[in-house]
């Protein structure tokens, strides 16, 4: 009897650890004939029905303007598929998966659009099972949000009836500035309460950045540490060594501050210097980001110069080729002062930050793609070696390493094999690649699934969103006074002023 107890909780404990499915839905995608929709969200569902963590009774719904049959629609989509994945597309999979594709044609400004899309989805929950539920991904331009959101509500497609639910998914960015992000959430809670919103910001799927929390909520050592008494200061970069490429026009209206700073920088900075969140929930979590964005200092508007750079590549050589400067990149103005680099040095005011600058970058154009995080402890107090037998030694340094060669280094003094007593700083690594056999998903994959399965913990809350923008108004405006960017040539580290930034201060970026 007891045997056949252990033996059922065995099973039950196995069912717990299998992974969920989501129930049945339908995903409608406006801007479906774009780019990130064939690019990534598509592949990303794929995926999970290559998984089978898909439901069967799951189906796409695809709207924008061009005029395209369901069969069109797929095909493009297997087009773009195959492209990234050259042979290992399954054909099984393609073929169930693909059969739940949609595609209508319409204006997503016009009401008509979406009392069509309402008889469709009505004909999906008989024909598909799909339920009632349903998730509406704006993977559209920004400037189309605020219609897109209020003709759902006009349409009575925000109300969840019958159990079945309606969540609103939104892309980067939100907003341009803090008014219009105000605005934007003011715009969307006409229609749908903020437990129907989803802002995404894919650098919260990745598996690295949720390692952070990991890193630092599963290991007793590095709390204790976490904190002014042991760390001097804290640098975060966000390096591309790409330039604009294609997207000028694009590039041209956003400037990296609000690409790259507003939503994925100021994202790893509340994940680095929160307080630990009483459980991995939404509340808990987001709680505690907002608690970082409110203790950041405001940098004063006639201070901005001292504690802001922004800079913009002029010519160079990247990986050993020439590179164009950012004013010759096609769809850019030839006297554009666009940020394609930004510095800050920003303070933390609360107990546990107190007097240590986090120093943030991002910028296009470097010697190297790389976004990390270090985190750089106090010297020791005292040496008792000599001081020769020291210069090669520099304070601990917890590098974590998001993306590539996703792992954690920490760099230690260790002795110099030989007689006499010369130290030197070494990195003792972990590699994730080589810790674990599993790959790590793609980010979209993760998000998707977990909205599917409704747990917002991984996604932006309003007062986030409002809270990164409140930092960084005054140096827009700042910045808007005086147009003039610091000009760094492609293939390097930044403008001088960078430097200058970390210089004023006694302190050197990291080489990455
Ligand atoms: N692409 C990326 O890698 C990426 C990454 C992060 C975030 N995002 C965000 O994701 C969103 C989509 O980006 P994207 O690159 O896919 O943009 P995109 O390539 O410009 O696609 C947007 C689509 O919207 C459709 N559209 C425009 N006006 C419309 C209207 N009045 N009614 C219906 N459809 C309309 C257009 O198709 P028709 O001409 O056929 O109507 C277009 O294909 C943006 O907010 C972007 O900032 C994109």
Redesign the pocket.
């Known amino acids: 009897m007891a045997e056949m107890r252990a033996v059922r909780q065995n099973v039950l404990r196995d069912e717990e650890r299998l992974p969920p499915v989501p129930d049945p839905g339908v995903m409608v995608i406006?801007?479906?004939?774009?780019?990130?929709?064939?690019?990534?969200l598509v592949p990303a569902l794929y995926d999970l029905a290559a998984q089978r963590r898909l439901p069967m009774e799951f189906a796409v719904v695809g709207?924008?303007?061009?005029e395209?049959s369901h069969e069109d629609f797929r095909k493009k989509l297997l087009d773009t598929l195959e492209e990234q994945r050259a042979d290992s597309v399954s054909e099984d999979v393609w073929a169930s998966f693909s059969k739940g594709i949609f595609y209508l044609?319409?204006?997503?400004?016009?009401p008509e659009?979406y009392e069509e899309l309402k008889g469709f989805l009505k004909k999906l929950d008989a024909e598909r099972g799909t339920s009632g539920n349903r998730i509406f991904y704006?993977?559209?331009?920004?400037s189309?949000?605020p219609?897109?959101v209020e003709r759902l509500g006009e349409a009575g497609m925000n109300r969840e009836e019958d159990g079945g639910y309606s969540r609103l998914v939104?892309?980067?960015?939100f907003g341009r500035n803090l008014d219009s992000a105000v605005d934007l959430n003011g715009d969307i809670r006409r229609y749908f309460g903020e437990k129907q919103i989803y802002r995404?910001d894919?650098y919260l799927g990745k598996e690295t950045v949720q390692n952070i929390m990991a890193l630092r909520f599963s290991n007793g050592i590095f709390e204790p540490v976490w904190n002014q008494h042991y760390v001097d200061h804290v640098q975060i970069t966000v390096a591309e060594d790409i330039g604009v490429g294609t997207r000028g026009a694009?590039y041209e209206e956003?400037g990296a501050l609000r690409d790259i700073v507003q939503n994925h920088l100021m994202q790893v900075l509340c994940l680095t210097a929160m307080e630990p969140p009483v459980a991995f929930d939404a509340d808990s979590v987001r709680e505690e980001k907002v608690k970082v964005l409110k203790a950041v200092r405001p940098i004063p508007e006639d201070d901005v110069g001292e504690a802001a750079v922004r800079g913009q590549y002029d010519g160079g050589w990247v990986f050993g080729e020439g590179a164009r400067g950012y004013r010759e990149e096609e769809n850019v103005a030839p006297d554009s002062e666009t940020e394609t680099y930004v510095a800050l040095k920003l303070l933390v005011d609360n107990w546990r930050w107190a007097g240590v600058p986090f120093y943030v970058r991002a910028g296009k154009r470097m010697p190297k793609k790389a976004t990390e995080i270090s985190i750089q402890f106090h010297k020791t107090p005292h040496t008792p070696f000599s001081g020769p037998d020291t210069e090669g030694l520099e304070p601990n340094v917890l590098v974590i390493r998001v993306q590539p060669e996703e792992g954690v280094s920490l760099k230690i003094g260790a002795k110099v094999p030989g007689s006499g007593f010369e130290v030197r700083s070494v990195n003792m690594d972990l590699l994730y690649g080589s810790a674990f056999l599993e790959e790590a998903p793609d980010a979209y994959q993760r998000l998707l699934l977990d909205l599917m399965l409704g747990d917002p913990t991984l996604f932006i809350r309003a007062d986030e969103a409002e809270g990164a923008w409140r930092i960084l108004q005054p140096v827009m405006e700042g910045w808007s006074k005086n147009a003039h960017a610091a000009r760094y040539a492609a293939g390097t580290w930044g403008p001088e002023e960078a430097d200058d930034l970390l210089g004023r201060d006694g302190r050197k970026w990291r080489r990455p």
């Open positions: 406006f801007g479906a004939s774009g780019d990130l929709t064939a690019r990534k709207i924008s303007r061009t395209m044609p319409g204006d997503s400004k016009k659009t704006l993977s559209s331009s920004p189309l949000f219609a897109i939104i892309e980067k960015p995404i894919h694009f956003a």
